[in-house]
């Protein structure tokens, strides 16, 4: 063929991503979320995670601070970035807080996800902006936050007065030198929580979101979770909305959830935003599968969702 020839030849459009791919490229940044994980936890960490992976350290009404501490030095330890939750209305007063957050430093904490907290209100801080404006996270070495975000809405707050509180938080903590990220509650609704992401996006906030979803975990444990944290669900919804009805290691997966979220968000356009995996199952079982997801071990289905393959 002359060369000229190849002129006339038009230019072929780039091959699109499988969406196998992906999923598994929306799953390789993956965070875990764990209330307390062991030296077991930590050692199923390092045989199915990549080093430096985020695990977030749920605040639990009347654990003491020493067992979060113990846990944010073991993950550092062993590689890994622990990001504790703190929970303010659990503080009773300035001394506390500064307390705990020198304790969470020494201990590796470089991070925190600050919230309100399930407490009742017994100090200074009523809610997650308080401490955020007051300039002492990054006074003690704290250089990042987390913030709750909400897409399928909160039982007993608006969806004004979250959106407000939301850019509130974020203009606060970029105002005292905070870099900010978004956590949200886990959900079950992949198209809500499309539209909300959406809806951040349209409104200029263009932080990143760590999508929440329920690890592998049994029907009962995921119900039970749910109604502690006030996310309203039934079995019936969970089955219809979220696609948990395929079984791997005795447990349910969101995979419906995690499908149409790694697909729409794999061009991009909706920012970066990444699976955030509560392991209400064990933290275990909850990366042993993501570790499959991630490496694109996994057969879609004809509907929304897919299955891991055997190993």
């Known amino acids: 063929m002359p060369a000229t020839a190849l002129q006339d030849v038009p230019p072929q459009p780039a091959a699109k991503p ?28 390092q045989r199915t995670v990549p080093a430096g992976t985020r695990v977030y350290l749920t605040a639990v009404p009347g654990r003491a601070l020493e067992e979060t501490i113990a846990g944010a030095m073991r993950l550092r330890a062993a590689g890994f970035e622990p990001v504790p939750h703190l929970a303010v209305r659990g503080l009773a007063n300035a001394t506390a807080l500064e307390d705990a957050l020198s304790h969470l430093v020494a201990a590796g904490a470089r991070q925190l996800l600050v919230i309100a907290g399930d407490h009742d209100r017994a100090g200074p801080y009523s809610q ?7 300039g002492l996270l990054p006074r003690v070495g704290i250089g ?19 959106d407000r509180a939301l ?16 956590v949200t509650q886990f959900g079950f609704d992949a198209a809500a929580t499309l539209r909300w992401l959406r809806k951040l996006r349209d409104l200029g906030i263009e932080q990143p979101v760590r999508i929440g979803m329920a690890g592998p975990t049994s029907l009962g444990t995921l119900l039970r979770y749910a109604k502690h944290c006030g996310v309203r669900v039934s079995a019936q919804g969970i089955a219809r909305n979220a696609g948990l009805t395929k079984q791997l290691f005795g447990m349910n997966a969101p995979d419906n959830l995690l499908r149409p979220l790694g697909e729409a968000c794999a ?41 891991v393959d055997a190993p």
Not at 21 to 45: K, W
Not at 128 to 134: T, W
Not at 290 to 297: E, I, L, P
């Open 18 to 45: 499988s969406a196998v791919r992906q999923i598994a490229e929306f799953m390789a940044d993956a965070s875990f979320e764990a209330a307390n994980p062991t030296a077991a936890d930590v050692e199923a960490l």
């Open 167 to 182: 850019a509130a938080k974020i203009e606060a903590a970029e105002q005292t030198g905070l870099k900010v990220h978004i």
């Open 144 to 162: 990042k936050v987390g913030i709750a975000g909400y897409p399928e809405g909160h039982p007993r707050i608006s969806t004004v007065t979250l």
């Open 267 to 307: 061009d991009g356009r909706l920012g970066a935003a990444m699976p955030h995996l509560y392991s209400f199952g064990g933290l275990a079982a909850t990366t042993r599968w993501a570790a499959a997801v991630a490496r694109g071990r996994i057969s879609l289905d004809r509907g929304s969702g897919f299955t």
């Open 128 to 134: 997650a902006l308080d401490v955020i404006e007051s």
